[in-house]
């Protein structure tokens, strides 16, 4: 099985080690890799578990694992990477996260970051992306205009309906 972090690696060779304890993550882009596989393969645990012990209080088990569960994970991509590496401290990881959840397709846009306490790395924060406004190109049709099916209706009479 291909992993869900979408490494391209099986899963057993990639993610799975880590969350299951065997493989200790040396970057924090293996642990956002791991974290998200986590949320897919509803391994709750691994989750609760890496994050940062500042932090520990501020995350619900049940909120958690209601969105594991109830959410049809469909892909993740890291956008930009920022340190995070085995001889850094911190890190910051850009990302989104794309799910589908009562049967509408969302897309998580987050940017997380991670720090390294006892040559552990953990998640300490995220904060949302805000999505860039949607910018119409061309013409705006008016409800009145010519439908651009080419019925010969008026466009709210047609399509517009």
């Not at 892909?75 to 996260?97: H, M, Q």
């Not at 006892?118 to 013409?139: A, H």
Request: proline share 4%; with cysteine.
């Amino acid at each position: 099985m291909n992993c869900p972090c979408g490494s391209g690696k099986n899963y057993s060779e990639c993610c799975e080690p880590f969350i299951k304890g065997q493989k200790t993550v040396q970057k924090a882009e293996e642990l956002m890799r791991a974290r998200y596989s986590a949320y897919a393969m509803h391994e709750i645990d691994y989750i609760l578990d890496t994050n940062h012990p500042e932090k520990s209080d501020e995350v619900d088990r049940e909120s958690v694992t209601k969105w594991s569960n109830e959410s049809e994970w469909l892909g993740f991509k890291i956008l930009n990477c920022s340190k995070g590496e085995p001889e850094d401290t911190e890190g910051e990881i850009e990302f989104v996260a794309s799910y589908i959840q009562k049967s509408i397709k969302q897309d998580h846009h987050e940017l997380s970051t991670f720090k390294k306490l006892d040559d552990t790395w953990y998640f300490y924060d995220g904060k949302l992306v805000s999505q860039k406004p949607i910018v119409r190109i061309g013409e705006k049709i008016g409800r009145n205009d010519p439908c651009t099916c080419g019925s010969g209706k008026k466009f709210k009479n047609c399509c517009g309906k």
